[in-house]
């Protein structure tokens, strides 16, 4: 027999540079048995099982436990938990089951670590059933048991049973006289915690996480940083972003994932400011490293607000830190720049990824889609398809978006229905959105209540509110009102649609209707949310309302808008008066007008940057028809490019024209 000094060898340093360099062959395998591994000796199978698992290379550990069984050698308790690992791993049921037959003729299904990974591997498979019937069986669990029964609960997104059992858990310990022990000293440890708190997050119900957090302080837990990092998770996807922050400022030590989780909680919830100062925070701790991870995050944050100066700066970090050939960092570059209003700069970071996956091909789509580019779109779409990327449930979205857009009814219907019948991806609710948008945009208001009264899934709010925008534009009374009751029920406090409607009854001259409308707003205390735009200006965002007087520049912004007018009155620029109420006097309404947050916005952009640069405006709302008709006669006046993101698209205007050819 080879000496146990050459196996310990083997074990802890030829064979880990062996696979940290990947020589995974049958071949190479068979060579390094040969010299370093008594084949004869259960214990040297086990290490290299063991090893093999633990660097990743799963598929040779099962091949390794095969080839010990052809020997006829008899395996130990040892020899099972981390094949079962691999079969997890792998998400390999039949392999897993047939370890499983092997640990009971063997005599240790019975054994913890041995049922604990049947366990776990079950639930990763998918076969909760069999899982809990394992977990039932052990005779006396330890806290492995109940952590693997609770994550494959979790894992299999049944928060409500996972929750359950650890109730069971709890009384089954307070039964053995509290202070954390059950079943004879078995202490809840952070893991199960994790897990615990994990279920939280995947509940809607307020107050649960809050619950398991008591417990957590009770036990002393609060200090471990996996569990700050899971707590502070658990409260954003509840909504609850300040406790969020409350919880991340009072973890004792922090790591790489718990500043990561804080800009992303910001960044996915709009808070881009907060996102950026977090990041900024993190840039000036020591120990702190950002990763792709980081920068992925703070790049969302910088598409949500626009913030184009602190997105090319972020992306001058990424190439600094060779992170350029990052998928994920690549493609969040590609979507901020999209969102950023430089398409063509997003172009060119799409050519220059040498690895793409179908995010990165769906962004470059969404992206010409949301700047009316649709032809472009389609030709990305086509290309992704040509490099056999096969497309998603996100995909189809952003290719309808963009027929929408552009008003492409025929390739819109085509893709809406090759989508299910070529690449077998079910409509959902934001497919429909898309296509009752198109139809509705277009003029086709029957086939678009057709295609919504048809829908498979639950039409909402979204997808009626592009109904009755489309009634808006072509004046449909009649179908207006059946969209609006429905508005009404799904979403009463949404003041939009009474305006909506009101409008559509006014320019049907239903007076006492449109009326009617702006007295039940005001019965039922409804209030529309104030327009405003903002203007990145060398790293400060300047915000402007509709009459703004606070900005420190508005005298001067009102005499250069009283000079524009004066130019465009010249050039025929007669005010449209339709995004006004009604009931409103016409002297009234032009004066409103004047004094629309984009226009100051504009204003405020071309008196401070130098002649010749591009103007960028961010309005949270659909601009109106007057403001998009005055912005494309400044940008040929002053002779600058104007790009306005609104709430729908983006619209490029230059030298009289915009990008949107005036279909919005």
């Known amino acids: 027999m080879k000496s146990s000094s050459r196996i310990s060898v083997f074990v802890k340093i030829p064979y880990k540079i062996y696979w940290k360099r990947r020589y995974s062959t049958k071949t190479n395998l068979t060579t390094w048995f040969n010299k370093y591994v008594d084949k004869n000796d259960v ?29 006829s050698l008899q395996p130990n308790r040892s020899s099972f938990p981390c094949t079962i690992k691999s079969c997890s791993a792998l998400l390999d049921l039949q392999s897993g089951k047939q370890t499983h037959q092997q640990a009971f003729v063997f005599g240790y299904e019975s054994d913890l670590f041995v049922s604990s990974a049947l366990i776990d591997m079950y639930s990763k498979c998918g076969q909760l059933r069999d899982a809990r019937i394992l977990f039932d069986e052990i005779p006396q669990r330890n806290i492995v048991s109940w952590t693997s029964m609770i994550t494959g609960y979790v894992q299999n997104h049944n928060a409500h049973e996972a929750l359950s059992l650890f109730k069971q858990f709890l009384i089954k310990e307070s039964e053995n006289g509290g202070g ?74 922090r790591d790489d994932v718990s500043w990561n989780s804080m800009i992303a909680v910001y960044a996915q919830n709009g808070l881009s400011a907060e996102a950026l100062e977090v990041f900024y925070g993190m840039a000036r701790e020591s120990g702190a490293r950002f990763n792709a991870v980081t920068l992925s995050a703070v790049l969302l944050a910088c598409a949500h607000s626009g913030a184009l100066r602190a997105g090319k700066c972020i992306h001058d970090q990424v190439i600094r830190m060779g992170l350029e050939d990052s998928v994920i960092v690549g493609t ?8 950023c209003g430089k398409v063509e700069l997003a172009r060119k970071a799409f050519d220059c990824m040498k690895e793409k996956n179908v995010r990165t091909w769906t962004a470059m789509v969404a992206g010409y889609g949301m700047h009316g580019r649709a032809r472009e779109a389609l030709k990305v779409f086509y290309e992704m398809l040509w490099a056999g990327v096969r497309p998603n449930y996100i995909t189809f979205v952003s290719v309808l978006a963009a027929c929408s857009h552009a008003g492409l009814v025929q390739e819109g219907w085509h893709w809406f229905n090759a989508m299910k019948n070529e690449f077998n991806v079910e409509p959902g609710v934001e497919h429909y959105g898309c296509m009752v948008d198109l139809l509705g945009r277009a003029g086709y208001l029957d086939d678009a209540y057709n295609l919504l009264k048809g829908m498979k899934v639950k039409p909402d709010f979204v997808i009626w509110g592009s109904l009755l925008g489309a009634c808006r534009i072509h004046h449909s009374v009649e179908l207006g009102e059946i969209a609006a009751r429905k508005l009404f029920e799904l979403d009463p406090n949404n003041c939009g649609y009474y305006v909506l409607l009101s409008n559509i009854y006014a320019d049907a001259g239903r007076w006492k209707d449109a009326e009617s409308m702006r007295i039940l707003m005001k019965d039922r205390g409804l209030v529309k949310p104030p327009g405003f735009s903002l203007v990145d200006l060398k790293g400060k965002v300047h915000v402007f309302l509709v009459g703004d007087e606070d900005h420190p520049q508005h005298e001067s912004i009102y005499e250069y808008l009283e000079e524009i007018n004066v130019k465009l009155q010249e050039v025929g620029y007669i005010p449209n008066r339709t995004s006004v109420p009604h009931d409103v006097d016409e002297e009234e309404k032009e004066m409103s007008l004047r004094v629309h947050s984009e226009k100051l916005a504009v204003a405020f952009g071309i008196m401070n940057t130098v002649p010749g640069s591009t103007i960028q405006v961010i309005k949270n709302l659909r601009v109106c028809g007057d403001c998009h008709v005055f912005i494309k006669l400044v940008s040929k006046i002053v002779e600058r490019e104007i790009v306005v993101r609104d709430a729908k698209r983006f619209h490029h205007f230059r030298d009289g024209f915009c990008s949107c050819g005036d279909y919005w």
């Open 43 to 71: 214990f040297s199978w086990n290490s290299v099982i063991a090893e093999l698992a633990r660097s990743g290379d799963s598929l040779e550990a099962l091949r390794a436990f095969s080839s010990m069984r052809k020997l």
């Open 180 to 253: 954390g022990a059950t079943d004879g000293e078995i202490f809840i440890d952070s893991v199960a915690m994790v897990s615990v708190i994990s279920a939280c997050s995947r509940l809607p119900a307020k107050g649960v996480t809050q619950g398991v957090h008591g417990l957590v302080i009770k036990r002393g837990f609060d200090i471990d940083v996996s569990i700050g990092n899971t707590l502070l998770d658990a409260y954003a996807k509840s909504g609850e972003v300040c406790v969020s922050r409350k919880v991340f400022d009072e973890m004792a030590e």
């Open 332 to 339: 969040s570059i590609i979507d901020m720049y999209c969102k």
